[in-house]
Nanobody, 118 residues
Framework: QVQLVESGGGLVQAGGSLRLSCAAS????????MGWFRQAPGKEREYVAAIGRSGSITYFTDSVKGRFTISRDNAKNTVYLQMNSLEPEDTAVYYCAARLGAGSYIYWGQGTQVTVSS
């Protein structure tokens, strides 16, 4: 069992930055690939970024490439999402999730709200 707790959300003006953190419980954090997802009001949840177990491989959805970076610190059981040049369209609840291998994401956090004002 892995518990995930996101933090770092808030209100920011367009063009600003935020760094989200996701702290994981348990001793096997490095066994999991991690992902960030978001859900805007009235929309389906969408994939944002992912990072492999060692942190050497990362993936991003096209809309955030060049603006967001994902990283992890396995010693701290934490994954980060650095969000720069934020746009109002980035407004959503952001969730982190964990999965083993290439399977489905099976553990999810409770989410953190990000609001970008124009």
């Amino acid at each position: 069992q892995v518990q995930l707790v996101e933090s770092g959300g808030g209100l920011v003006q367009a063009g600003g930055s935020l760094r989200l953190s996701c702290a994981a419980s348990g001793r096997t954090f490095s066994s999991y690939s991690m992902g960030w997802f978001r859900q805007a009001p009235g929309k389906e949840r969408e994939y944002v970024a992912a990072i492999g177990r060692s942190g050497s491989i990362t993936y991003f959805t096209d809309s955030v490439k060049g603006r967001f970076t994902i990283s992890r610190d396995n010693a701290k059981n934490t994954v980060y999402l650095q969000m720069n040049s934020l746009e109002p369209e980035d407004t959503a609840v952001y969730y982190c999730a964990a999965r083993l291998g290439a399977g489905s994401y099976i553990y999810w956090g409770q989410g953190t709200q990000v609001t970008v004002s124009s």
